[in-house]
């Protein structure tokens, strides 16, 4: 018998720190899915069992939990694996690998406990301020350093993998750079330079105001340092999903990838783009004028060039893998796909509804047609088919051929993964279409009460009822596939038997590898040259204009500490106000 | 069959969006359907596409791809 060559045989001590990360990202996946569930219920008023008070506790920790803590640690995880694969040298000291998983651990630690402060009274901290922490919601300065904390540990994780290919360049002076480390050294570097922003926000501002150093800050100005880290930070979760879809894909699909050089054209592209459209984010935001957020639209727009490139060279990829297995005629080929495995279907369904979730955000980047959906349930059915499908759909499909890679044993039940997989595209496909359609007619996000009093919404189909339902009935299949999913890794970890039938740890050849692409796009100084050049032009003048209108500490605005018990003046006031 | 157990329950779970997004689609149309019309035109689609699937094609001769 051959001998067995998974990830686990080549790089044991790697292949324990990825585990670990790993399993956190999956521990923040049953959390944060379990808690959308909560809110679904909830918000639809089909079943409560939390007081409406604490929705936003649950929002915060959902949010926070699934588009922060589990892709990220799922990120992390995976692009170790993709750098150590693929200059096939394990990292330069093991313990700094550690080390920055350690940070990031204790990051995503402070802000748990912090947010957990909204329901459980005995701790003595309050964090109700969603994954935006948009002033002037305060939040206690443990979420501030735990935030901190995990993206330092991330900017850590970056520096790992980038001596890891220093030290591998050295002794390959003439190499083309790997795809899969490509992909993770230019996702690193857009990371790398739009988290500025939000470290800006933290640092200067938020914290001091938080420990009460500073009186006030400048709403307007937190707001915008944050998207400039905010909309980088969706690509951050999709870079993953599309190092997959390129390197795992094609191979998962019997054949090979289509281009090498379209892959890192798209990548240099992300590098480029990714930074400067975060105003977009901002259409309604006064202080910020028009002019500028045209920019931010047009920069936006071209970003659908990359991952429509991405769409044509995967898809490509697949054909090709398809006709390897015999596949004929002109859609015919798509019966020859391997349809059985939960990696490729979930990897491909995902793809698919990353397609309706493009066409939706075109809609939220579009300057004018912006105002019909902003800050509408829409918007939430937007990017639950991003990040929420394209990227966490793929990263469990991925997990049924990764953790056989780092753990030597077999998927517990491969057939349960299918259904799985399957069950989140229904589940999804339930929710965010009746999400898209609430937001259409106007039904707001973030509220735990929707039904605005004397005022009924009107449905260009069905009822609000039905819409309500269909959410209802979207967020039971999604959690029931979260725990599917995770009864899978559990019993595949802890009851699964080791294996010598686990396949090579390798990722996908190419038809046309990187000696076909300009040695220019390897020119990773280049492109992060042109991707801050970008940014100055984008983001300057706006920051001096909010600047110069606002001051840098604001106007002094008070902060505002949600609180789980309702203050009997501001009740009596709001009674007041709606007196006729 | 036609095409394997997994690729049908993929064509299954993709009726799902076709179907759902089919009610707002004839509603531009002037034809509103109900729920119950919905999921009852639902079951009819997924009932033909269980029809086309188990039918043995060429006489009997069983698709063996995937």
New interface residues.
């Given amino acids: 018998m051959a001998m067995r060559n998974a990830y686990i045989d080549q790089f044991p001590k790697e292949a324990r720190v990825i585990r670990a990360i790993l399993w956190s990202s999956f521990l923040a996946l049953t959390i944060g899915g379990t808690l959308g569930l909560i809110q679904g219920l909830h918000r639809t008023n089909v079943l409560r069992f939390i007081p409406s008070q604490d929705y936003y506790t649950v929002l915060t920790a959902h949010g926070v939990l699934l588009v922060i803590t589990f892709t990220i640690f799922f990120l992390v995880g995976i692009f170790t694996w993709a750098v150590t694969t693929s200059l096939d040298r394990g990292v330069k000291d093991i313990r700094f690998t550690w080390g920055w998983y350690a940070i990031m651990m204790i990051g995503t630690l402070l802000v748990g406990v912090s947010i957990l402060g909204g329901v459980v009274d005995q701790i003595p901290m309050n964090a109700d301020v969603l994954y935006t922490f948009y002033s002037p919601f305060q939040a206690h300065p443990a979420f501030y350093v735990g935030f901190v904390l995990f993206v330092v540990g991330t900017w850590l994780a970056g520096f790992d993998w980038f001596r890891t290919w220093w030290a591998w360049k050295k002794d390959n002076p003439d190499e083309r750079i790997p795809l899969p480390t490509f992909m993770a050294l230019t996702t690193m570097l857009f990371w790398y330079l739009s988290s500025i922003g939000v470290a800006i926000s933290i640092l200067a501002f938020l914290l001091p105001w938080s420990l009460g150093i500073i009186d006030s800050v400048n709403p307007l100005l937190t707001r915008t340092l944050f998207w400039f880290f905010g909309h980088p930070v969706v690509y951050f979760w999709l870079m993953p999903a599309y190092m997959l879809w390129y390197t795992m894909l094609p191979k998962l699909s019997g054949g090979k990838l289509f281009s090498d050089p379209l892959a890192r054209v798209v990548f240099v592209l992300f590098l480029i783009l990714s930074t400067p459209v975060g105003i977009h984010h901002q259409y309604l935001d006064p202080g910020i004028a028009e002019g500028f957020k045209f920019i931010a639209m047009t920069n936006t727009m071209f970003l659908l060039l990359p991952s429509l490139l991405t769409a044509f060279t995967v898809v490509a990829s697949m054909e090709h893998g398809a006709r390897q ?3 004929k005629g002109y859609l015919s080929w798509l ?7 939960p990696a490729f ?1 979930g990897m491909a ?1 995902a793809g698919l509804m990353f397609a ?1 979730g493009g066409f939706s955000g075109m809609i939220n980047a579009g300057l004018s047609i912006n105002y019909l959906v902003h800050n509408s349930w829409w918007v939430v059915g937007h990017f639950h088919l991003t990040v929420g499908t394209a990227a966490a759909l793929t990263f469990m499909a991925a997990s049924y051929w990764f953790i056989p890679q780092l753990t030597g044993k077999e998927i517990w039940n491969r057939s349960l993964g ?2 799985q997989v ?1 069950l989140w ?2 589940g999804m ?2 929710m965010s ?1 009746a999400m898209h ?1 609430a937001g259409l007619f106007g039904m707001p996000r973030r509220t735990a009460e929707p039904q605005y009093q004397g005022f009924d919404f009107e449905p ?3 009822t609000v009822a ?1 819409i309500d339902a ?1 959410v209802a009935l979207g967020a039971a299949l999604l959690t029931l596939s979260v725990y599917l999913f995770i009864t899978n890794m559990v019993l595949t970890t802890i009851g699964g038997s080791t294996s010598d039938a686990i396949p090579d740890n390798t990722y996908a050849g190419t038809l046309s590898g990187p000696e076909d692409a300009p040695v220019i796009i390897d020119n990773l100084k280049l492109w992060t040259s042109i991707a801050v050049v970008l940014v100055i032009i984008a983001y300057s003048l706006p920051l001096a204009s909010i600047i110069d209108a606002g001051g840098l500490f604001g106007p002094g605005i008070d902060p505002w500490k949600p609180s789980v018990v309702a203050d009997p003046s501001l009740v009596l006031e709001s009674v007041r106000g709606v007196m006729p | 069959m036609r ?5 049908l ?2 064509i299954m ?1 993709f009726l ?2 076709l179907i ?2 089919l ?2 689609v004839l ?1 531009w149309f002037g034809i ?1 359907l109900s ?1 119950v019309e919905t999921g009852a035109l639902g079951l009819a689609l997924i009932g033909a596409v269980l029809i086309w699937a188990l039918w043995p094609s060429n006489g009997g001769t069983e ?1 063996k ?2």
């Avoid at chain 1, 019966?335 to 495995?341: E, M, Q, S, Y």
């Avoid at chain 2, 095409?3 to 690729?7: A, E, H, L, P, Q």
């Fill in positions: 297995r015999g596949g019966k020859a796909l391997p349809w059985r495995d279907t369904l309706a299918l259904v399957v595209f229904i496909t339930f279409n359609r260009a189909v069905g039905e269909q | 095409i394997s157990k997994g690729g329950l993929v779970a799902t969006p759902v997004e009610r707002t509603s509103r729920v698709a791809l995937a």
